[in-house]
């Protein structure tokens, strides 16, 4: 009867151990996809930072050229301007000597 007894919380004991078993199996298996979708967003996010950040340097470079045409085109309006104005100048030069 003891032996029987004995038997049988073996075969409790093994039964725990076994449930207990898969239930550090499922856990661990829920840690591995937790850290690999904390890795995947850590990966995606430097992605983006790094995209971003290259976005970034683009439009610096697109308002730089920007800047450039405008002064081309302002330093371009401001020659005719004053030749408009010499030549103004010198009409009236020569309509005084007159």
Known sequence: MIDAQVERLARMQQTSDTRMQRQV????????????????????????THISRQ??????????????LERAHFASQLGELNERLRNEELAKTVHERK
């Open 25 to 48: 199996d499922e856990l661990e298996a829920q840690v591995r996809g937790a850290e690999r979708a904390r890795h995947a967003k850590a990966r995606a996010d430097l992605v983006a």
């Open 55 to 68: 976005q970034q340097l683009k439009w610096k470079s697109d308002a730089h050229k920007q800047e450039e």
